[in-house]
């Protein structure tokens, strides 16, 4: 059969072909026809063999096939008549409704099966709510108590409060929660009532009575050990017992923790039944006359003992209820020993901690027998108060100096007094004030400049203290004194605190407190920065390292200048009120406006006494100088500047306003005496510092027609200055033109600290328009000297 299937090339049949890309001639398609037709029949001889010779096989296989078509031919005739059987009886409606039914029946005995159980389990929540309260009604309060407990997890009830009815739950349960709270208040209102009954005190005879068995509605010999029981399986115990511990607290252990009272055990015997029916703590009052004063270790020892009472006879020596009781009691019982005893018993003087290790010891054992009592918790530290605070005594010890030491310094500026008595003031002045120095109470000596200050008492008593403290804390443990470094500071700082806000009112005003307080600043600031190096040497390690003083001393320093400033201040508003009465010194040839003038020098004149008066003995030499210098720089330019702006003056006018200035030079001869003479003793250096002293008084005196640029050589001369000034011929008030032109060429103005200007308008306002007035106006204008 390969000749069937073999691929035939058709130039293969032509022999004479030269190239397979030459075209075909009529001889070769002949030859190739004929060729051809001898293959076929050579094809068709060889499938008529194989046929023949496989003639049974293809007989079996059109039979399978004749098969196979038949039985196609009878299932599809099955078909089509199941087809038209069904389309005739819809049989499958049925099939559906059956098989919905099925569902229904099955989901609706689930549900009967599902309530049935809910029902028995209701029914059965149901029955133990009776038991429960057929329990509480019988006197079987534990198992009434257990029968909650496991009612309550059943219920889902959170807590002891009112159980709510939750949202989506059915009805039934909130109905069950309310029947559980009824019976849970029910046997709590019992077993509290019973409570009450068992355990009473008697004020009459200060007793405690514990009665083991009572009768409490209609149930017979109900006994505390079990209503203890009940109430701790009832999740109740603290609840029970809060008015217990508060009762034994208020009556039993305050009278003890204060030594006030004694306690005494007595236990009773039931006849009938031969055991303890009750027991009884009787408080006997103290008589000891030192009542107040406690004794550590006779008041612990009473403690225990009315703790072993407590749980003998009333918790039966059951450790969890006892501990329960002491969690209830201990936090108000320890903060009664520790405010009534353990504060009181810390050292006042650091050489008696060394004492306290005792007192530290016996608080120790304390707590460790209320542990072996269940009283108190054996690992939880929070219960360990007492040691803790015995362990950190220096710590209190350092807390309570802490607070004495700041109320001494508070009280003491509180109740200072910032006034000197009059005739101390008016012994001390500046000649005699070196020698007096000593007999001053309040006078000391500063500590880098060695000038001496009158300071208030307060701040003297203040620096003593601080000494005194800082003194402490070289002797002192680190702990304690950095604590003793930080309350010296805090002291200081008090100053800063109470003093301004104390004297408010005299600080607005100009009077000795002020000064006083500025001193007080002077010397606290010198005093501080003297600390560091007094001390620090010998301080502790730790306290060494954090030890600084120098922060302080710039805050006195600035609370110094701005008092001082503030002083200044004040005069200089006084001043400018008492000048600004003159009306700008106009018209002083009318009387009235002569006589008005007049009253304001003197006023001025006034102010400037009254300042020197209570400055000058307080202040220190240098700082008076330069304030007064400051105060009379400005009335002298003021007044120049005044008299300059008048724009036209008569003859007359002139001759008084010299009369007003050297009316105001006669007032301060006896103040600007003493000024010009230190100022004279100044070294060569202050030469030029003596020269700008209070500059505008030398235009003042030039007005007034004193001598102005001359050298002082010696005291006697200065002594008798003002006198010859006013002695003196008259100047620029009274000096012909020309002489002021002169004067201003030869440099002699404007070394009394004139200006050009100010020569100018000076011109204009004394001499009428004329060429000479022309001329020199011009010469001044053009001169060198501005």
């Known amino acids: 059969m390969d000749v069937l299937f073999n691929t035939i090339n058709v130039r293969d049949l032509l022999s004479s072909l030269e190239s397979p890309s030459s075209p075909l001639s009529a001889p070769d398609l002949r030859l190739l026809i004929s060729r051809l037709d001898a293959h076929s029949l050579r094809i068709k001889s060889t499938v008529q063999s194989y046929l023949l010779s496989h003639h049974d096989d293809f007989s079996s296989l059109f039979s399978q096939c004749s098969d196979v078509v038949s039985k196609s031919e009878r299932l599809s005739d099955d078909v089509v008549a199941l087809l038209n059987l069904i389309s005739d009886q819809p049989i499958e409606a049925d099939v559906g409704r059956i098989f919905r039914e099925i569902v229904e029946k099955r989901r609706e005995s689930r549900e009967k099966r599902e309530i049935l159980e809910f029902v028995e389990v209701v029914l059965e929540l149901d029955r133990k709510l009776g038991v429960v309260g057929d329990n509480v009604k019988n006197g079987k309060v534990v198992e009434a108590a257990e029968g909650l407990r496991e009612l309550k997890k059943a219920l889902g009830v959170k807590g002891n409060e009112d159980a709510e009815a939750v949202e989506g739950e059915p009805v039934v349960y909130g109905i069950l929660k309310k029947q559980w709270t009824n019976c849970f208040e029910e046997i709590q209102e019992l077993l509290l009532r019973f409570m009450e009954n068992a355990v009473w005190f008697e004020k009459e005879g200060n007793e405690v009575h514990i009665k083991y068995q009572k009768n409490m509605n209609g149930i017979d010999g109900l006994e505390l050990q079990t209503v203890l029981k009940a109430m701790d399986v009832a999740d109740i115990l603290d609840y029970g017992l809060a008015r217990i511990a508060d009762l034994i607290a208020k009556y039993v252990f305050s009278p003890v923790v204060g030594c006030r009272a004694t306690p005494s055990f007595r236990e009773e015997t039931n006849q009938d039944l031969g055991n303890a029916s009750e027991a009884v703590l009787k408080i006997v009052p103290s008589v000891d006359p030192e009542g107040n004063k406690v004794d550590g270790e006779v008041m612990y020892s009473n403690i225990v003992q009315i703790v072993e009472f407590i749980y003998k006879f009333l918790f039966f020596q059951n450790g969890s209820w006892m501990r329960c009781f002491g969690r209830l009691t201990w936090p108000r019982m320890s903060d009664m020993i520790i405010a009534n005893f353990l504060s009181k018993v810390v050292p006042d003087d650091a050489s008696k901690l060394a004492e306290f290790q005792e007192i530290r010891k016996l608080t120790i054992d304390f707590e460790t027998d209320l542990k072996q009592l269940m009283f108190i918790s054996q690992s939880d530290i929070k219960d360990e108060k007492l040691s803790k605070f015995s362990d950190n005594v220096e710590v209190h010890f350092a807390a309570r100096k802490k607070v004495q030491i700041l109320a001494k310094a508070r009280n003491m500026l509180l109740q200072s007094n910032f006034s000197l008595p009059q005739d101390n003031i008016t012994r001390i002045s500046r000649a005699n004030k070196e020698e007096l120095a000593g007999e001053i109470s309040n006078s000391v000596v500063l500590l880098f400049t060695s000038e001496e200050c009158v300071v208030s008492e307060a701040a003297k008593q203040l620096m003593e203290l601080v000494h005194q403290t800082l003194k402490d804390v070289c002797v002192l443990p680190p702990k304690v004194g950095l604590e003793f470094y930080h309350t010296a500071k805090n002291a200081l700082l008090l100053y800063e605190a109470i003093i301004p806000a104390k004297l408010q009112r005299q600080l607005d005003s100009i009077n000795q407190a002020a000064v006083l307080i500025h001193n007080d600043c002077l010397y606290l600031s010198q005093e501080v920065l003297g600390l560091a190096f007094e001390y620090r040497p010998y301080f502790p390690s730790s306290v060494k390292e954090l030890a600084v003083f120098i922060d302080l001393a710039p805050r006195f320093q600035l609370m110094a200048e701005e008092v001082l400033q503030q002083q200044i201040q004040l005069v200089l508003y006084n001043l400018k009120q008492a000048i600004d009465g003159a009306n700008g010194f106009q018209n002083t040839h009318q009387i009235k406006q002569f006589e008005s003038a007049k009253f304001c020098i003197d006023q001025v004149a006034f102010i400037i006494e009254k300042v020197h008066i209570i400055w000058e003995p307080l202040l220190l030499p240098l700082v008076y100088e330069k304030s007064m210098a400051m105060i009379l720089e400005a009335v002298f330019s003021r007044i120049t500047k005044e008299i300059l702006l008048l724009d036209d003056m008569a003859a007359e006018e002139t001759l008084q306003l010299q009369r007003l200035i050297h009316l105001l030079f006669e007032h301060l001869s006896s103040l600007l005496e003493p000024l010009l003479a230190v ?55 009274d000096m012909p033109l020309k002489s002021i032109t002169a004067s201003w060429e030869s440099g002699e103005l404007a070394d009394c600290n004139f200006t050009s200007s100010e020569v100018e308008d000076f011109i204009r306002a004394i001499f009428t328009d004329s060429p000479l007035r022309k001329e020199c106006l011009f010469r001044i204008e053009n001169s060198n000297f501005r």
């Open 679 to 733: 100022r004279a003793t100044k070294s060569q250096e202050s030469q030029k510092e003596r020269d700008n002293f209070i500059l505008s008084i030398w235009k003042l005196r030039k007005l007034a027609g004193t001598f102005c640029h001359t050298t002082v050589h010696d005291l006697h001369f200065l002594a008798t200055l003002l006198h010859i000034f006013s002695a003196y011929s008259l100047e620029l008030l």
